[in-house]
């Protein structure tokens, strides 16, 4: 079983920047995509950024410019830099990684933005 813990959440200032962490305890190298979602009150998950084992990177249009996800196979972790945050950026992130037969997912950090 794979488990995922995101780290680095927490309040901030609308224009301010954020490093959002996640470590697997299985090595990401074996997984073919990890990435982040996020969820605010009221509305559905929505994919954020993810990341593929061939390190193409795919961004929500929201985000475009302003967030970079990355990896370390070393650490087997997934990084999420979040920079420019504005307050609809407010939501619970949530790290996913996924290989041919599952996709599993952290418990969630909340980011709360403030205007």
Known sequence: QVQ?????????QAG???RLSCVSTKFISSFNRMGW???APG???ELVADITDGDRT????????RFTISRDNV?????????????EDTAVYYC??????HTYWGQGTQVTVSS
């Open 4 to 12: 995922l813990v995101e780290s680095g959440g927490g309040l901030v």
């Open 16 to 18: 301010g920047s954020q």
């Open 37 to 39: 979602y996020r969820q």
């Open 43 to 45: 509305k559905q998950r």
């Open 58 to 65: 795919n961004y929500a249009d929201a985000v475009k410019g």
């Open 75 to 87: 650490k087997n972790m997934v990084y999420l830099y979040m920079d420019s945050l504005k307050p």
């Open 96 to 101: 996913y990684v996924n290989d041919d037969f």
